[in-house]
C-alpha cells in the first residue's frame, strides 16, 4: 500500500550534480515529515537532510551548502538536490516518510521511520 521509490542515483565524478527522487503513494503526503538518509559502508545509517509539512528543512553538517531538500505536494514527490559530490557522499541514499512518531531520531541517533524506500544508490569518484 504505503510506497516509496527512490531514483536518480548514479556513478559521477567529483564536483558533478545529480539530483535524486522519491516517488510517494498510499499516504497523506502532505502532512508528513520527510527525509534522506544514507548508509555508508563501515557506518551507521545517518541523517542526510529533512523537511517537514510545513516545508522547515534541516541538513547535516556534512551536506549544508551543498545539497538541498525540497517536496512537491503536488506530484508527492520528494527531491535532494546534491551539488558539489565529493567521495564522502558515496552511499546508499534512502528516503523516509514520518507522521512525527520518529523524527525524535532523526539527527540524534540511529534514524528511524514509519516508512522507508528500497534506496539508490550514489557513486562518487575522485
Known amino acids: 500500500q504505503v510506497q516509496l521509490v527512490e531514483s536518480g542515483g548514479a556513478s559521477v565524478q567529483t564536483g558533478r550534480s545529480l539530483r535524486l527522487s522519491c516517488a510517494s503513494s498510499g499516504f497523506p503526503f502532505s502532512t508528513y515529515y520527510m527525509g534522506w538518509f544514507r548508509q555508508v559502508p563501515g557506518q551507521e545509517l545517518e541523517t542526510v537532510a529533512t523537511i517537514t509539512n510545513n516545508g522547515v528543512s534541516r541538513y547535516s553538517d556534512h551536506v549544508k551548502g551543498r545539497f538541498t531538500i525540497s517536496k512537491d505536494n503536488a506530484k508527492v514527490t520528494l527531491y535532494l538536490q546534491m551539488n558539489s559530490l565529493n567521495s564522502g557522499d558515496t552511499a546508499m541514499y534512502y528516503c523516509?516518510?514520518?507522521?512525527?512518531?520518529?523524527?525524535?531520531?532523526?539527527?540524534?541517533?540511529?534514524?528511524?521511520?514509519?516508512?522507508w524506500g528500497q534506496g539508490t544508490q550514489v557513486t562518487v569518484s575522485s
Open positions: 523516509a516518510a514520518d507522521k512525527g512518531l520518529y523524527v525524535h531520531t532523526w539527527f540524534t541517533t540511529i534514524p528511524r521511520s514509519q516508512y
